[in-house]
């Protein structure tokens, strides 16, 4: 088995500067990458198997349904995934392709290391390589020989564009397009669907969502010295129809003050402290966006709930 990881994590000057930009913000609110701390992964993986968010393994069983499919329409290459997380949905994927290499972006390294190991055992003929960053915004690979020459197929499923504004979505889109090098993009995307079910998605009733969101205070401490009480924020998941997503947040319970990094942050009672947003995007909502970022949807398919696509984007020119 061959692994390697290359660590690109950004600095904990930048962590810093990153906070202070996003406490400044009304309302208030950091990048989502933030939460996937090693703890923060596990619990993110412990989400997935909640009985209330059903689209992992509607997912996995697109996937695994379509993989052959799939595979005939990527054409052979070397499979990027942007966010691998547990890496149970690349699987099926790196099966049907048979790849030589695979690359895996995140921004968690003992994710990546965990992630690779396993899927190694599974593709032992497979290269792993590790890619420790923020995948957001990264527009070329490191160099590597595994890396050099192959054409690039890229995955990024889970529906995790979703945590992105549509503006943020059409700039990670753009440096994918970028990375990818004039291959193909599987994208996942979660649909809109009945309200409430959504909520329970993104507040599961074993209290593990909101254990997520607390988890970034702990992380925040821990990294930035800080003196975060993670009693005193409830947590809360909505959706706003208007902008088509969930919000999730930790509502402070009281005035309170809270130092990071050698800085105090005056919360009011009341106020919102945004740890993400989950958008929805039905299937001509997911053209037009991809459209602005110079893709096209090639091919799609659709769980039988009509709750996750994957999308095959292709470069519009």
């Given at each position: ?208 969502s909101a254990a997520f969101a607390r988890n970034l205070l702990q992380r925040l401490n821990r990294d ?45 009672n009341g106020e919102a402290w945004i740890t993400e947003h989950s958008v929805k995007y039905s299937q ?18 659709e769980d039988p709930h009509q709750q996750m696509a994957l999308h095959l984007l292709l470069p519009a020119?």
């Open positions: 088995m061959s692994i390697t990881l290359l660590n690109l994590h950004p600095p904990q000057a930048d962590l810093q500067r990153l906070v202070r930009d996003g406490l400044r913000r009304k309302p208030r609110q950091l990048p989502a990458w933030m939460l996937y701390d090693a703890e923060g992964s596990r619990l993110f993986a412990e989400i997935c198997r909640q009985p209330e968010y059903t689209l992992t393994n509607r997912e996995i069983t697109l996937l695994k349904q379509h993989a052959e499919a799939i595979a005939d329409a990527t054409g052979a290459g070397l499979v990027v995934e942007f966010g691998i997380g547990n890496a149970r949905k690349v699987d099926p994927l790196l099966t049907a392709l048979g790849s030589s290499v695979f690359a895996a972006l995140d921004i968690s390294l003992s994710a990546l290391e965990e992630a690779l190991s396993g899927l190694a055992a599974q593709h032992p003929n497979t290269a792993m390589v590790g890619v420790c960053c923020d995948h957001t915004r990264l527009q070329q690979l490191p160099r590597h020989p595994a890396l050099d020459g192959e054409r690039r197929i890229g995955f990024f499923p889970g529906s995790s564009l979703g945590n992105f504004t549509p503006e943020e979505a059409v700039d990670f889109l753009r440096n994918a397009r970028q990375l990818l090098a004039g291959g193909p993009l599987l994208l996942g995307v979660d649909q809109p669907r009945e309200p409430a079910l959504m909520e329970a998605a993104y507040d599961d009733a074993a209290g593990v930035l010295q800080g003196d975060a009480d993670p009693t005193q924020f409830r947590y809360q998941a909505s959706w706003q129809p208007q902008d088509q997503r969930i919000e999730m947040a930790l509502i402070s319970r009281r005035d309170q003050t809270v130092h990071l990094g050698g800085e105090a942050w005056f919360f009011r001509d909502a997911a053209a037009a966006l991809v459209a602005r970022a110079g893709w096209r949807i090639e091919r799609s398919w020119d």
